[in-house]
């Protein structure tokens, strides 16, 4: 068992992110930050985070593109009512216009009428035709979740062809593949996270974003205005996936805003609707509890529709 721990993706993704502190901890450039965020939503959901950041200058040139150059490391401790997590992440930034990241996620949690932190999502009853309630089934800390995942982004600021402090439009497009795992679910099982809709599945996601954006110039507080896309698409190999939707990507759109209130302290509020399978009827429109395999797509109006998901704010001090 220690030996198949060791072997496991997120375990190798954690020592990664110790290398670049062993080989560049003689640099006396090296800086380092720790920060305190408070997430709030319209949802029944809050999480309290913990960052350590270290950063270290490597491959840095006299270009503009090349001066910052860096691999950044984060430390993060994650906690809310129902769910506890540690996170690893490296981010290299080999020129000024691309990222690219690995990182890794362990977590646990429990589950209480306030909302499921962890657990096997089943069905009730055999099928027959009819539609079953699903159920949310774990003891605290019964099993672990981790996931493992790699990512690049391309990113653009209009400033750096022409400057000027009324020219900072920002556009930064991102694509992560992740690897995801509960400990308890076998293949083809569904499981819960951290209140979410219960449909993860133990295998590979695809991720993207897309954000457009403009860095205010003369606000003394609003900093940051910006519009982001997000697409969640699994690659699980599930044959009845078409029956249900399970082939469809989930789209979340967001507004944001960005608030420096003083050099320590930034707020972000996000306004954000997503889209949601579209299953014909109101009653099922809602789910109700009900099993979300038994619910056939429609195509009389097609097969997504958007609806409100959440007003959200993260409150932010770095050290």
């Not at 216009?97 to 009730?124: A, C, K, T, V, Y």
């Not at 249900?244 to 608030?259: C, I, R």
Request: overall charge negative; glycine content about 10%.
């Amino acid at each position: 068992m220690l030996i198949k721990f060791f072997q496991k993706p997120f375990f190798l993704v954690l020592v990664f992110v110790c290398i670049p502190c062993v080989i560049l901890a003689a640099n006396d450039e090296i800086t380092s930050s720790t920060s305190l965020s408070l997430q709030l939503s319209t949802r029944p959901e809050a999480k309290l985070s913990v960052t350590q950041s270290f950063m270290f200058p490597v491959l840095r040139g006299s270009s503009p593109f090349t001066s910052g150059n860096n691999i950044r490391t984060n430390l993060t401790a994650e906690i809310s009512p129902i769910s506890l997590a540690g996170i690893g992440e490296i981010i290299f930034t080999p020129a000024a216009f691309l990222e690219i990241d690995i990182g890794s996620r362990i977590g646990s949690g429990w589950n209480m009428p306030l909302g499921n932190g962890i657990g096997l999502n089943q069905p009730i009853g055999s099928s027959g035709g009819s539609l079953r309630k699903s159920e949310v089934s774990g003891e605290p800390f019964d099993g672990f979740q981790w996931s493992a995942w790699a990512g690049g982004a391309l990113q653009f600021d209009m400033a750096a062809l022409y400057p000027g402090d009324w020219n900072h439009v920002i556009i930064r497009v991102y694509n992560q593949l992740r690897f995801s795992s509960y400990t308890r679910a076998e293949s083809g099982e569904s499981w819960v996270l951290e209140h979410d809709d219960g449909e993860n599945m133990n295998g590979w996601t695809l991720y993207s974003n897309a954000v457009l954006g403009y860095q205010m110039p003369l606000s003394p507080v609003l900093d940051f205005v910006g519009f982001m896309a997000e697409a969640d698409y699994n690659l699980y190999d599930h044959s009845g996936k078409d029956y249900w939707g399970g082939n469809l990507p989930q789209w979340t759109f967001s507004t944001m805003f960005n608030f420096s209130i003083t050099p320590n302290f930034s707020t972000t509020l996000i306004a954000q609707m997503r889209t949601r399978r579209n299953h014909g009827t109101s009653d099922l429109e809602n789910n109700n509890g009900y099993w979300y395999q038994d619910m056939p797509i429609s195509n009389e109006n097609g097969k997504l529709r958007f609806v409100f998901y959440r007003v959200a704010a993260i409150l932010t001090y770095t050290f």
